[in-house]
């Protein structure tokens, strides 16, 4: 669309147009310049950087916050989602023989206690287990 | 006006006196008018102005200058009443009196009337309205301009205006009658 189609041909609007341009706005009055002109003068001597530098640092701050923030959720949400399908982490090789040491000076009864509370103090809590699933740990023989 | 651009872009301070000679009136009744305040005009086109200078570069690709003039000095205008809102100032809808908006008529009787009839008349639109007047009549800007600094469409600024005009029309015959 043009200007020229815009800008109308209707007679009575030249007419209000005309009543409009009869007044003459008020400037913006010669104090007001030296005080914008001093403004702009102080902005042109300060540094001037662009504005992606102004933003570069605190962006790549928070980039950075935000990966790590993520990469804790996303491991925290790995290892939940391994032991919903492989159940709870095996109980170490060092406690079953400190165990199995225990039944051979003792008897078999003590040495099966001693290994299931270490292999409860070892293994972190297992959710299958509050819902009734329960991980078979079977001590050597 | 090309030249200028990449004067003001290189933080020519010579080259700002220019483009604030040639643009600060028209601005300035514009702020006037959307503000409703003159002391709210002259700090937001102090702010228009050191936000172009702080952002200078960008003022070598720009094309119309002035038009994006207005564009600044109208989201500084916005921002000012943000800034007024959340501080809880309610902002100023009426519109200044006649010997705020215009030039005083030096006792001629017939030049304060009709800037009279003119500020009630502006007054009685509604503010998308009276931007656009304010902007044609008075900055002088076309109607690609208009959309260009109040981001809607030509066709719309063009409507705008002859109902602003056809509005002011009817009140004017009423009040004469």
Redesign the interface.
């Known amino acids: 669309?043009s200007?020229d189609?815009?800008?109308?041909n209707?007679p009575?609007?030249d007419?209000?147009?005309q009543?409009?341009?009869?007044?003459?706005?008020?400037?913006?009055?010669a104090a007001?310049?030296s005080?914008?002109?001093a403004?702009?003068?102080?902005?042109?001597r300060?540094p001037?950087r662009?504005?992606w530098e102004r933003v570069f640092w605190p962006a790549a701050a928070a980039a950075i916050l935000l990966g790590v923030l993520l990469n804790y959720w996303v491991a925290k949400r790995g290892s939940e989602r391994l032991a919903r399908i492989m159940g709870p982490p095996a109980v170490s090789k060092r406690a079953a023989e400190l165990a199995a040491d225990i039944a051979a000076v003792t008897d078999e009864a003590t040495g099966r206690w001693a290994y299931e509370r270490l292999a409860a103090c070892c293994r972190p809590p297992n959710p299958l287990e509050r819902s009734g699933v329960h991980a078979q740990n079977r001590m050597p023989e | 006006m090309e030249n200028l651009s990449r004067r003001l872009a290189q933080?020519d301070?010579a080259a700002?006196?220019a483009l604030?000679?040639a643009c600060?009136?028209?601005?300035?009744?514009y702020l006037?008018v959307r503000l409703g305040s003159r002391e709210d005009a002259?700090d937001v086109?102090?702010e228009t102005?050191?936000r172009?200078?702080?952002?200078?570069?960008r003022l070598a690709g720009v094309d119309n200058l002035m038009a994006y003039v207005f564009i600044v000095a109208r989201n500084e205008a916005a921002r000012l009443a943000r800034r007024s809102r959340r501080a809880g100032c309610a902002g100023r809808e009426n519109l200044p009196s006649?010997d705020?908006?215009?030039?005083?008529s030096g006792g001629d009787l017939r030049?304060q009337e009709?800037?009279e009839?003119?500020a009630k008349?502006l007054a009685r639109l509604e503010p998308p309205l009276r931007e656009v007047?304010e902007l044609k009549?008075?900055a002088g800007l076309?109607?690609?301009e208009i959309a260009e600094v109040t981001g809607v469409p030509?066709?719309t600024?063009?409507t705008r205006?002859?109902a602003a005009?056809?509005k002011?029309?009817t009140w004017?015959v009423r009040e004469q009658s």
């Open positions: 669309m200007d189609i815009d800008d109308g209707d009575h609007d007419e209000m147009e009543i409009l341009r009869q007044v003459r706005p008020r400037g913006a009055g007001l310049r005080r914008v002109l403004g702009v003068a102080g902005q042109l300060a001037s662009p504005r | 933080g301070p700002f006196a604030y000679d600060a009136d028209r601005v300035h009744h006037v002259d086109l102090q102005f050191v172009l200078a702080r952002n200078r570069r006649a705020v908006l215009f030039c005083p030049a009709a800037a009839t003119v008349a007047v009549v008075y076309r109607f690609r030509q066709g600024v063009a205006y002859r005009l056809a002011m029309r004017l």
